[in-house]
Structures are given as structure tokens and as C-alpha cells.
Nanobody, 120 residues
Framework: QVQLVESGGGLVQPGGSLRLSCAASGTISRVNTMKWYRQTPGKQRELVASITSGGSTNYADSVKGRFTISRDNAKNTVYLQMNSLKSEDTAVYYC??????????????WGQGTQVTVSS
């Protein structure tokens, strides 16, 4: 059974930094595109950043210049480095990945979510 496990969330002051991690485990043939989403109460889930298996990245306009997405293919892990955090960044952050299992059948998987709170 393939799982995505997130870590790294917490409480920080405005201007601070956090690094989120999301590791895929199980019997995996390949991890394709990996993404970070975030969601706040009353709002639709928002795509924050994505990274392809080849390392091509995209970011939401609201986080460009402040957040960096990266991946370690040997560890099947994606990271989100968040700098210069603002109160508007407060949300539950979810990782997502398209993964080929042992039979090379591609499915979408979601992490459990990790809370990021930016407050003084």
C-alpha cells in the first residue's frame, strides 16, 4: 500500500521560515509529478507549487520568490521551503503525487495534511 506522510508544519511568526516534507512509501515503480496544495476554512483548495519528475517547477503567484519546491528522487520525497511567511500563508498544507505502483498502474495519492500557522 502506497502512502504519503507529511511533516514539518507548526507555528511561526511573520517573516519566519518552515520546511515541509512529504515522503512516499510502499512498493513504488516511479513517482511522477508532486504538488503542494493548501486549504483554509471556507476556501477552495489552492495549488501552491508543483515539480515534475525531471525537476521542472511552477508556483502560485502569491508565493513566488518566497517558497521553493524541490525533490529527492532517491528518497521519494518532496519538500516545500517557505520563507518570509505571512499570516495569509496560514493553512493546512497537503502534498499530492501521481505514483506508479508495482504493476505500473498510475494513481493519485494525498498526504494527511500538516497545519501551518503564521501569527505573532
Amino acid at each position: 500500500q502506497v502512502q504519503l506522510v507529511e511533516s514539518g508544519g507548526g507555528l511561526v511568526q511573520p517573516g519566519g521560515s518552515l520546511r515541509l516534507s512529504c515522503a512516499a512509501s510502499g512498493t513504488i515503480s516511479r513517482v511522477n509529478t508532486m504538488k503542494w496544495y493548501r486549504q483554509t476554512p471556507g476556501k477552495q483548495r489552492e495549488l501552491v507549487a508543483s515539480i515534475t519528475s525531471g525537476g521542472s517547477t511552477n508556483y502560485a503567484d502569491s508565493v513566488k520568490g518566497r517558497f521553493t519546491i524541490s525533490r529527492d528522487n532517491a528518497k521519494n520525497t518532496v519538500y516545500l521551503q517557505m520563507n518570509s511567511l505571512k499570516s495569509e500563508d496560514t493553512a493546512v498544507y497537503y502534498c499530492n503525487a501521481f505514483i506508479l505502483d508495482s504493476r505500473r498502474y498510475e494513481r493519485s495519492y494525498w498526504g494527511q495534511g500538516t497545519q501551518v500557522t503564521v501569527s505573532s
